[in-house]
């Protein structure tokens, strides 16, 4: 079982986050996510507010990777799991209210996702599996 450290919290909460999905087919998809938190020691969170590729792609197929570095400093990690969207609920509802404050015009979900693998991004140890 995978557990962010006090470390990679901070690093969440300091850096921007790329989201990777991929349809049922197998087409990838990677993007910017500005809300990636971290909720507690294994999962993280989004807002999907477009309602776009991540979205459908999710709806489609739940596996994920994010990948969160400091390209000044060469350090970094990826977060393999699975994710739950979520339309309705305490975390949908917590997702919307911080949305509307940042001034976005809404919500089409809120994205759980379980942390089951992290990998070092940085150097040394690139590619190394952490957890």
Same mark, same amino acid.
């Given at each position: 079982?995978?557990?962010?450290?006090?470390?990679?919290?901070? $690093?969440?909460?300091?850096?921007?986050? $790329?989201?990777?999905?991929?349809?049922?087919? &197998? *087409?990838?998809?990677?993007?910017p %996510?500005?809300?990636?938190r971290?909720?507690?020691?294994?999962?993280l $969170? @989004?807002?999907? =507010?477009?309602?776009?590729?991540?979205?459908?792609? #999710?709806?489609?197929?739940?596996? =994920?990777? =994010?990948?969160?570095?400091?390209?000044?400093?060469?350090? &970094? @990690?990826?977060?393999? &799991?699975?994710?739950? *969207?979520?339309?309705?609920?305490?975390?949908?509802?917590?997702? %919307?209210?911080?949305?509307? %404050?940042?001034?976005f015009?809404? #919500?089409k979900a809120?994205? %759980? *996702?379980? *942390?089951?693998? =992290?990998?070092? #991004?940085?150097i040394? &140890?690139?590619?190394d599996?952490?957890?």
């Amino acid at each position: 079982m995978a557990k962010l450290t006090d470390e990679m919290k901070q $690093f969440v909460a300091n850096h921007q986050a $790329f989201i990777a999905t991929s349809s049922g087919e &197998g *087409v990838p998809n990677i993007g910017p %996510k500005r809300s990636t938190r971290v909720l507690d020691d294994e999962n993280l $969170f @989004f807002a999907e =507010i477009t309602g776009k590729r991540t979205y459908e792609n #999710l709806k489609q197929n739940p596996k =994920i990777a =994010i990948a969160v570095v400091d390209r000044d400093n060469v350090k &970094g @990690f990826r977060f393999v &799991g699975t994710a739950n *969207v979520m339309e309705s609920g305490p975390l949908y509802d917590k997702v %919307k209210e911080g949305v509307l %404050k940042m001034g976005f015009p809404g #919500l089409k979900a809120a994205v %759980k *996702v379980h *942390v089951d693998e =992290i990998y070092n #991004l940085g150097i040394p &140890g690139a590619g190394d599996r952490i957890e």
